[in-house]
């Protein structure tokens, strides 16, 4: 039976023999995790796992792009400030982006995984092409990922040296929010969350399939490792250049504190002045925002994959 393009490895029904194996013996007995988590609750727990191990490696990484999109310098001037900041306040602000990724990417598999079943039973006989719907339960679920936009903003403010004498840590940063400003705060800079999850995720999981039929198939556990990462830290820097504007917007709107809420487009055409109508110093940090996604979705794919095998 043909594949459609939304489908990859880990959208299909496994075989026994596709359990994860080193020296011909098996790790685990196919099956046996995902006999206890169910079909569908493994795909949940295999992303926030992914996530869990990305977000650890890749934290300081991230707090240098940070200050780029939120500031304009140059990587040499970022990694200068958190040197100045000092190694104990390297990983502050770690916890928000934990919750929220290993959430986030367990949702964004998760819930894939459950609308694309639900939506091809419904379509089953009406004609409606696989990937039309694979595509809406991929939108679907990325919306669903921007119920926990209040983590990414959190995570903002604790990042941001302008608040370090605010802002003690993540539970003070809710707490301050929710008291003096209510629950809408916690949600500025939705809008640009919006616009990018949905379409990046239908492009994430329509392109993860072809991407990954057009390497050389792999024959051991390692070079399954190898293809993942390479499929998914390809397809997720290219989508990181590509949303890069929307995570400049998100950055800036949610460093502000109070006040009125600025459309989206209004923040865009305020960083563009500031930054001397240069479209090259809009993308300030695109290149280490490339190779941080290149690395984040490479261990997000290749983990996810490689713990479905497990399961």
């Known amino acids: 039976m043909a594949v459609s393009t939304m489908d990859s ?12 194996t080193k020296g011909g013996h098996a790790l685990l007995p196919p099956g046996a995790l995902s006999a206890r988590l169910g079909t569908q609750g493994k795909h949940y727990v295999c992303g926030s796992i992914a996530a869990f191990t990305n977000i650890v490696v890749t934290f300081p990484i991230q707090k240098v792009l940070f200050r780029q999109q939120l500031h ?19 990983y502050r602000g770690l916890l928000p982006p934990l919750l929220q990724k290993s959430t986030t990417v367990a949702i964004m598999f998760g819930l894939y995984e459950d609308f694309s079943r639900v939506l091809l039973n419904k379509a089953d006989g009406s004609g409606v092409p696989d990937l039309v719907t694979r595509s809406f339960a991929a939108a679907l679920a990325g919306t669903a990922e921007a119920f926990l936009t209040p983590f990414e903003r959190v995570q903002t403010l604790l990042q941001d ?23 809408r705060e916690c949600y500025r800079g939705l809008v640009p969350i919006l616009l990018r999850n949905g379409p990046s995720n ?16 792999a024959t051991t556990w390692a070079g399954h490792l190898v293809i993942d990462f390479v499929c998914g830290g390809v397809l997720g820097a290219a989508l990181g250049i590509m949303f890069y504007p929307l995570n400049v917007v998100k950055s800036r709107a949610q460093s502000q504190v109070g006040g009125a809420f600025q459309p989206s487009s209004k923040v865009l055409l305020t960083v563009w002045r500031e930054r001397g109508g240069s479209l090259a110093m809009l993308f300030r940090g695109a290149h280490l925002n490339y190779h941080r996604s290149l690395l984040s979705w490479g261990i ?12």
């Open 9 to 20: 490895e880990s959208t299909r029904t496994p075989q026994p023999q596709a359990a994860l």
């Open 72 to 90: 304009g310098v140059l990587a040499s001037e970022a990694v200068r400030q958190l040197q100045r900041d000092g190694l104990r306040n390297l």
């Open 161 to 183: 040296h302008r608040h370090y004498g605010r802002f003690n840590n993540t539970a003070h940063t809710f707490r301050t929010l929710l008291t003096e400003y209510g629950v």
């Open 202 to 217: 239908v492009l994430f999981f329509g392109l993860r399939g072809p991407i990954k039929e057009q390497l050389p198939e």
């Open 300 to 311: 997000i794919n290749a983990t996810y994959e490689l713990l479905l095998k497990v399961m």
